[in-house]
């Protein structure tokens, strides 16, 4: 399978602190992008990083990635009940060239409590 | 920003029945659309590709005569599974792949289907 690994795999932790997930994934990529899904809902972008970038910030989230170790971490600083949702890393092969064609990690189930 | 929409949002049907799943664009037009399959508590895994006016690319292991594909036009793509099967029952969620100006772009997801074989 060529599904990236996510951990931990649940997470939780209280309103204030920072949340740091980690993204494995097993191929050469275009780009690796996060996002969020509230239980029983769709996904939303979170943000996405190019394989030629190093970090990358969007409010309170900082995304880093290594290509030499083929891995990403998504830090939420100062989380917020609101944060309370899984959070998934998805790849964009290379090998396929510029499809877009996306492949999802498993996910980390974060947990805010107030 | 670009919205997707699904429909039906739940759907329950008799084994051996036939669900057509709706998947469009609303405020912009889709070349291309993929439909994920996901698992409770499980990460989204991608089934099949869908190209407007061409034959659906399907992912190793999809039964493509099980989960027919029609992307008919540039907002629409419909996923029906037929003889639906308990085994069958999922979180069926789409996405459409926008090509802005500036030459970005971006997969927006739809809020998925729940599809319930009784």
């Known amino acids: 399978s060529q599904q990236g690994e996510e951990d931990p795999q649940a997470l939780s932790i209280q309103e204030g602190e920072n949340a740091t997930m980690n993204c494995s994934y097993k191929t050469s990529i275009n780009n690796l992008q996060w996002y969020r899904q509230n239980s029983g809902r769709g996904l939303v972008h979170l943000i996405l990083?190019?394989?030629?970038?190093r970090e990358k910030h969007s409010g309170r989230l900082r995304v880093t990635l290594d290509t030499s170790k083929k891995s990403s971490s998504l830090l939420i600083t100062a989380s917020r009940a609101a944060d309370t949702a899984s959070y998934f890393c998805a790849t964009d092969p290379s090998l396929y060239g510029n499809t877009d064609k996306l492949i999802f990690g498993t996910g980390t189930r974060l947990q805010v409590f107030p | 920003g670009a919205v997707v929409s699904q429909h039906p949002s739940r759907v329950i049907c008799k084994s051996g029945t036939s669900v057509k799943i709706e998947c469009r664009s609303l405020d912009f037009q889709a070349t291309t659309m993929f439909w994920y399959r996901q698992f409770p508590k499980k990460s989204l895994m991608l089934m099949a590709t869908s190209n407007e006016g061409s034959k659906a690319t399907y992912e190793q292991g999809v039964e493509k005569d099980k989960f027919l594909i029609n992307h008919a036009s540039l907002t629409l793509s419909t996923l029906t599974v037929t003889s639906a099967h308990p085994e069958d029952s999922s979180f069926y969620i789409c996405?459409?792949?926008?090509?802005?100006?500036?030459?970005?772009?971006?997969?927006?997801f739809g809020p998925g289907t729940r599809l319930t074989v009784l």
């Open positions: 996405s459409a792949r926008a090509v802005w100006p500036s030459g970005t772009d971006t997969q927006y």
């Open positions: 990083i190019r394989s030629n970038e």
